[in-house]
């Protein structure tokens, strides 16, 4: 195997370990900064109520976008493994 084809594999799975999380912590993202507004200015600071919001909205984004995600993984996995009696090489 070349150095440049394992770069370039090396590349294509870090982006796609982008693309796959990216939603998901995206979303918790905004879930829980909105939350710590809200907790700052009512001054509750309980953990649940930061936690359970974001788990909820994590699963209902996963719900969304897991099947195009899910399509993206094969996508790469197949390719990768019909490339693979040329990387042994």
């Known amino acids: 195997m070349e150095p440049a084809e394992l770069t370039r594999l090396t590349t294509e799975a870090l982006y796609l370990a982008l693309l796959l ?6 979303a918790s ?5 909105s939350i710590g507004v809200v907790q700052a200015v009512t001054q509750v600071q309980e ?8 788990l909820v909205t994590v699963g209902l984004v996963l ?3 897991g099947g195009a ?7 790469f996995s197949g390719a990768l493994f019909e490339a693979l009696p040329e990387l042994v090489r």
Not at 69 to 75: S, T
């Open 69 to 75: 995600l899910g399509a993206e993984l094969a996508r």
């Open 47 to 54: 953990q649940t109520l930061a936690f359970v919001p974001k």
């Open 21 to 26: 999380s990216g939603p998901a912590l995206v």
């Open 29 to 33: 993202l905004v879930v829980g900064l």
């Open 63 to 65: 719900a969304l976008v």
